[in-house]
């Protein structure tokens, strides 16, 4: 059953991704950039997520890449690729990886959904509510 439809729960391995049961997250790593990204927008179709606005192609994914010359300029940004509710994708801080591609994929049917997609929940926690 795809995920859209069965989130896996906490502590569940599926497709050698790892879920918490709020989020799910998986790495793609192909032999390009471009391979790893196609391999997501066929992984986001097969698990019910084909209605998801997506960059045509990995020429416009790279426009959602933050420029950064080191790491800690990246702290600026919450993050570094393409959102749009429930998924982002992610370029991996180290650009050594540069033919990997991060895929989380948030439960929509989860409790404060949308305030855990944007990262409120977390930055309310860190300023002591």
Known sequence: MPIREDFPKAGDNYQDGD?????????????S???SYNMIKE????EGYEDIP?????SELRLFRH??????????FDDNGYCHNPIKILFPL???KNKTLYLIIYNEQA????LRFHGFLERKMERGK
Do not use: C, M, W
């Open 43 to 46: 992984f986001l179709k097969e």
């Open 33 to 35: 950039l471009e391979a």
């Open 111 to 114: 409790e404060d959904h949308l």
């Open 19 to 31: 879920s918490d049961g709020i989020k799910y997250t998986v790495v793609f790593s192909g032999v």
């Open 54 to 58: 997506l960059p045509k192609d990995v």
């Open 67 to 76: 420029p950064v010359s080191n790491t800690r300029q990246i702290l600026l």
């Open 94 to 96: 180290d650009r050594r």
